[in-house]
């Protein structure tokens, strides 16, 4: 992925929406997160395990649109508990920017 050492997780992407139980879209999500031992209140650890996934991992998929490009990466993620669940990430980066940031992370 272009750009990919400078990757950006926003807490608000991770605490909001990836490990919130109560949000419509994400609450599945933070049920997988949680399973392998990422908590709401280290989201840190997630954040920097999703980072370290997108600077890593191969680009599946690229889509461009009109406001940037879409990278899908797989691949497995390092998780509290020791374990490596197989996760997709997806990063947008936008036109004129050098910073891809994160979109959503789901089982791959």
């Not at 997780?9 to 929406?17: A, G, P, W």
């Not at 997988?32 to 989201?43: D, I, L, P």
Request: cysteine-free; aromatic content about 10%.
């Amino acid at each position: 992925m272009p750009y990919a050492e400078h990757v950006r997780v926003d807490r608000e992407k991770v605490t909001d929406y990836l490990l919130s139980p109560s949000h419509p879209d994400g609450a599945s999500k933070a049920n997988f997160f949680t399973r392998y031992g990422f908590r709401v209140e280290n989201w840190q650890i997630l954040a920097e395990a999703l980072r370290k996934h997108g600077q890593t991992h191969p680009v599946v998929k690229v889509v461009d649109s009109n406001y940037g490009s879409r990278y899908s990466v797989d691949g497995d993620l390092e998780a509290p508990d020791g374990r490596r669940p197989l996760v997709r990430t997806v990063w947008i980066l936008a036109k004129g920017s050098a910073e891809p940031r994160l979109v959503t992370a789901y089982p791959a």
